[in-house]
């Protein structure tokens, strides 16, 4: 009895559990949770990202939006969830750092997620329905000016680069509007089109494909050079408000604890997606900049992550922003 005993342990061994242990990681299916609507430019460079990385990672990566609070709940979810890899938050700039300013977080943006990749980055562009009267961005402030808080600006919601774009922009230029939150800029940039909204400090990636198609027109790109994607729209400074300048830059994150063999099997899919000439194609088309490989890393991602929690913390702060 005994060696008959000792023979099933041995062949379950080497026969049942063999072959869980050689598939490893991934096994199932992998969740990348959007933190906003779909439509939107998150969810957007989400799907571009998925089927790449689902092909080298052998698994479906599939795509969830968990909306609500600027993004909060969303990311929420993954800073809460088993760092098994198998749940990743994808989100930029406004979710990973501005959020930890505004919201009183039940998670820490810095402790609660492990760094893996910064996937891309782009400027916002200052869009408006085809029927609003100023021309031209000089001819915008202007009527800002001469009709205080009678405009109204679409947000992600508090905090959102669409909504920090707008403090921005006001700073800048003294002017009055209001804020209308929405769960995404996607939804939001809808209502622009229907002429509900007067403007939106929109992620290139989200405008790009409407101004192309004349149903919105965007009056400047807040960078230094024009976007290969709009040659035609001005820049900042060549449209009469030199030195706005802002970027949203995106990463993805796991869970804290996640195994560093499981992190890397997960960058490495994401650099090879970042790779791939059709992904690199759409990314341009939207405005976006690939960072360069060398700052593809987890290390590199972390290291801006905090540099820009240092920034922004004390600036939003000092201006006092809170949540509505």
Not at 254 to 279: F, G, M
């Amino acid at each position: 009895m005994k060696a008959l005993i000792a023979g099933l342990v041995f062949a379950l061994a080497a026969g049942g559990g063999a072959p869980a242990a050689a598939q490893g990681y991934p096994s199932r299916p992998i969740t990348m949770v959007v933190p906003f609507a779909a439509g939107g430019p998150v969810d957007t460079i989400a799907r571009l990202l998925a089927v790449p990385m689902g092909r080298s990672l052998g698994q479906t990566v599939v795509v969830e939006n968990v909306v609500g609070a600027a993004g909060t709940i969303g990311v929420g979810r993954v800073a809460r969830a088993a760092g098994d890899g198998y749940t990743l938050s994808i989100g930029h700039w406004s979710t990973h750092v501005v959020n930890g300013a505004v919201y009183p977080l039940d998670y820490d943006v810095l402790r609660d997620l492990e760094p893996l990749a910064m996937i891309a980055s782009n400027p916002l562009l200052v869009v408006a329905p085809p029927s609003l009267a100023p021309k031209d961005l000089k001819d915008l402030i202007v009527w800002l000016n001469a009709n205080p808080d009678k405009a109204s600006a679409g947000t992600a919601g508090v905090g959102s680069a669409s909504h920090m774009g707008g403090v921005y922009f006001q700073s800048m230029t003294g002017t009055k509007f209001q804020y209308i939150p929405y769960k995404g800029t996607g939804p939001a940039l809808q209502d622009l089109i229907a002429g509900r909204l007067d403007l939106i400090f929109d992620q290139a990636s989200n405008s790009i494909p409407h101004v192309r198609g004349g149903r919105v027109k965007a009056y400047a790109v807040t960078a230094k050079t024009r976007l290969a994607a709009l040659p035609d729209v001005p820049t900042v400074d060549e449209a009469g408000l030199p030195g706005f300048y802002m970027a949203v830059w995106y990463g993805i994150w796991v869970p804290k604890n996640t195994p560093r063999e499981t992190v890397n099997k997960l960058n490495s899919a994401v650099v090879t997606a970042l790779a791939d000439p059709v992904v690199r194609q759409r990314l341009g088309d939207l405005g976006q900049e690939i960072p360069r490989r060398e700052q593809q890393t987890p290390e590199v991602l972390g290291a801006y992550h905090r540099a820009e929690i240092e920034k922004w913390w004390p600036i939003i702060k000092a201006a006092g922003i809170k949540p509505e």
